[in-house]
């Protein structure tokens, strides 16, 4: 009898299995080349915007990479990931660092170190959480999308996905939010304002930057000059 309860629930796991790597890897295929509607992270925003009784926002405009311009790229690399062209999904020296950072500032902010290949796969395919298990999903996406997808596939999702303000997603809307043009027209100045304020998007405005928002765009803005993405 225990051995026959045994049998069914390794025929239910590996069901569950075959499903998952179906469906993940089914999914990865298909936004290559199928602009991604909606992500984990708009849904809860619209869930978080009706309980709070708030307007729902959600401003969205997908546009391909070569719309998009070269400034955004270059800006997001210099200010999130300047290896992104490098590595493989994974910036291990950050990671070494970043762990180093925390084990000396225990009890303080944390030091990530999220590639965008990293962020792209988050966005996605996942939830917002700091969970061990979330962490290996994110792994398992990043490394499925650095197969699949090419440097410049990754980018445009990112670029398209990425929360940018309260209620805005992507490169353009937020080039059509806080500067009134479209991506393609950003000057380096407006892309690095746009990316610097990436960590906390909700909290800080391109439009209006703080001292520490300016200061930070001009760092971006230096780094842009070394950093021409896809060529």
Do not use: C
């Amino acid at each position: 009898m225990k051995k026959d309860v045994l049998q069914k629930l390794k025929r239910i796991f590996i069901r569950i299995l075959f499903w998952f790597f179906g469906l993940s890897i089914g999914s990865v295929l298909l936004f290559r080349f199928v602009p991604v509607p909606l992500t984990p992270l708009m849904i809860i925003r619209l869930f978080e915007q009706g309980l709070s009784g708030e307007n729902f926002k959600l401003y969205k405009e997908w546009t391909p990479l070569d719309k998009i311009g070269s400034r955004m790229p270059d800006a997001v690399i210099a200010s999130e990931d300047q290896k992104f062209e490098e590595h493989s999904g994974f910036d291990f020296e950050a990671i070494r660092k970043a762990r180093s950072y925390n084990e000396r500032h225990q009890g303080g902010k944390m030091k990530g170190a999220s590639t965008i290949s990293q962020q792209t796969a988050k966005n996605v395919f996942l939830w917002p959480s700091r969970s061990w298990i979330r962490k290996g999903f994110e792994v398992y996406f990043t490394f499925l999308i650095e197969v699949f997808w090419s440097k410049e596939r990754i980018m445009e999702v990112y670029l398209n996905v990425i929360e940018m303000g309260d209620g805005v997603y992507g490169a353009e809307a937020a080039a059509q939010t806080f500067f009134k043009k479209p991506s393609k027209k950003l000057s380096s100045r407006q892309a690095a304002l746009i990316a610097a304020v990436l960590p906390n998007p909700r909290r800080w405005s391109p439009s209006h930057p703080t001292v520490y928002i300016t200061r930070k765009a001009a760092r971006i803005e230096y780094y842009m000059r070394g950093i021409d993405f896809g060529q």
